[in-house]
Nanobody, 125 residues
Framework: QVQLEESGGGLAQAGASLRLSCGVA????????MGWFRQAPGKEREFVAT????????KYAESVKGRFTISRDNTKNTVYLQMNTLKPEDTAVYYC??????????????????WGQGTQVTVSS
């Protein structure tokens, strides 16, 4: 059974940093393209960042480029999202997801087969 569990969310002030973690069981993150998405109240889920297997390719949403970094630790089977210089508009539930097409770099939620339950990030001004 595949399980993805996000952690590390919480309340932060604008300009601060948070690091989200996504612990994975039931699949090897080294074989998957991994991604982070977010959903703010009343809005659709949107792409944040993704990385292909073997960390060859990464892609970021324009709104987070230069501030957020996606990474993985294969030994811990965990994916991270380092979020720096947080802004109030970053407030959302953040979701981790796994795409079995390991070398695909895509923003399309439909390409990601496995999802976590999400972790809330709230940024105050």
């Amino acid at each position: 059974q595949v399980q993805l569990e996000e952690s590390g969310g919480g309340l932060a002030q604008a300009g601060a940093s948070l690091r989200l973690s996504c612990g994975v069981a039931g699949l090897a993150v080294s074989n998957y393209a991994m991604g982070w998405f977010r959903q703010a109240p009343g809005k659709e889920r949107e792409f944040v960042a993704t990385m292909s297997r073997i960390d060859v390719l990464t892609k970021y949403a324009e709104s987070v480029k230069g501030r957020f970094t996606i990474s993985r630790d294969n030994t811990k089977n965990t994916v991270y999202l380092q979020m720096n210089t947080l802004k109030p508009e970053d407030t959302a539930v953040y979701y981790c997801a796994a795409n079995p097409r390991g070398f695909e770099v895509t923003t399309d939620t439909r390409r990601f087969e496995y999802w976590g339950q999400g972790t809330q990030v709230t940024v105050s001004s």
